[in-house]
């Protein structure tokens, strides 16, 4: 479910502002993408957490397009390690 106008997750609830507006950035992001929607709550955290502790100023804060490549390249690969792992399972 994509979070909208001041809407998060819980577990973003104490975050600072920047990080929250940031986080909630990401996994409405991954979610687009298919991710599972803990796992985009839990990696646009992270995410929001390492960018605004990296950078300072706002304009740094924008995700740039190899960043958004390589969330998308995570995402990709965890939902192929699930499914192969739903595969072998099968058997």
């Known amino acids: 479910m994509p979070w909208y106008n001041g809407d998060y997750p819980p577990s973003y609830k104490n975050q600072p502002i920047a990080v929250r507006e940031k986080g909630v950035e990401i996994a409405n992001a991954l979610l687009t993408?298919?991710?599972?929607?803990?796992?985009?709550?839990?990696?646009?955290?992270?995410?929001?957490?390492?960018?605004?502790?990296?950078?300072?100023?706002?304009?740094?804060?924008?995700?740039?397009?190899?960043?958004?490549?390589?969330l998308k390249i995570m995402i990709l690969q965890k939902m192929i390690t699930q499914m192969m792992h739903r595969y072998a399972e099968s058997f």
């Open 33 to 70: 993408e298919g991710a599972e929607e803990g796992v985009a709550i839990a990696t646009g955290l992270k995410q929001a957490r390492l960018l605004l502790e990296n950078h300072s100023d706002q304009h740094a804060l924008e995700p740039s397009d190899l960043y958004v490549n390589q």
